[in-house]
């Protein structure tokens, strides 16, 4: 269980995920909060770093902790790798998994912008395709790739939700209409997918319910993606995650 402090910073920069897993039963959203909490962890290393060469050293530390949780050996003291090593193999969620999500998240340190949209949507599947792939595992269902494609999908959406932000760096080879455009693509291709899914598979995939809302509002006329930010309420969201789960589908 994550101590209140992380918990609290976890739901400032990754709310829609919590407040998906929030329907899960209490020992799945443990498990799903460990998880996310773990993904924080890479995915904040290049904000905390001036220099790649640091940031490849933290995310060699947590490549030597994978190593440790897989091979059986003593596992480091840290809130989220002590806790993780028991989950991941619990859950039988395979090595090379995790391996590829850390992998994505260092893609982070490249200041070199994305040659086109295949490439983006690459990384959108590796990052939070993976992630959502692990967490259908840690509710006990095996993901296929509707899975991967959900959250392919929700990638893609928050580079064209930062697109203003990263305009002039990894995104600056892109158009965000095509972005935009493949966000719902993907979206759409895993809806029909993850109707097969079981119920309890859905606390892990349900936010990808918000994709339309957000792309609506991505590529309303009024809206510049170079100077404007989208957002919607906390109340709609949960309304929409709540409807996701309770139809089985987003």
């Not at 993904?39 to 940031?55: M, N, Q």
């Amino acid at each position: 269980m994550l101590s209140e402090p992380t918990l609290t910073q976890l739901k400032s920069v990754d709310p829609d995920r919590l407040r998906a897993a929030v329907f899960a039963d209490k020992m799945g959203r443990e498990r799903l909060q460990l998880l996310y909490a773990f993904h924080y962890e890479l995915a904040k290393v290049p904000e905390l770093v001036s220099e790649p060469i640091v940031g490849q050293i933290r995310y060699q530390w947590w490549r030597d902790a994978v190593t440790e949780i897989y091979e059986g050996k003593i596992v480091r003291k840290h809130e989220i790798a002590t806790p993780l090593a028991g989950v991941l193999k619990n859950y039988d969620v395979p090595r090379f998994w995790v391996d590829r999500l850390i992998d994505g998240r260092e893609r982070d340190l490249d200041p070199q912008p994305f040659a086109n949209l295949d490439e983006a949507k690459d990384y959108c599947r590796q990052t939070s395709g993976v992630l959502m792939q692990i967490a259908v595992k840690l509710l006990g269902i095996e993901p296929d790739d509707a899975v991967l494609a959900a959250g392919e999908a929700w990638g893609l959406t928050g580079l064209a939700r930062a697109y203003g932000h990263y305009q002039k760096g990894m995104l600056s080879e892109l158009d965000f209409k095509a972005l935009c455009c493949a966000a719902q693509d993907s979206r759409n291709m895993a809806a029909k997918g993850l109707k097969a899914l079981p119920s309890t598979a859905f606390p892990a995939v349900a936010y990808t319910a918000l994709v339309p809302k957000f792309i609506a509002r991505l590529t309303h006329s009024k809206h510049d993606p170079a100077t404007m930010s989208v957002s919607y309420g906390p109340l709609l969201k949960q309304l929409h995650l709540m409807g996701a789960v309770m139809r089985g589908r987003v």
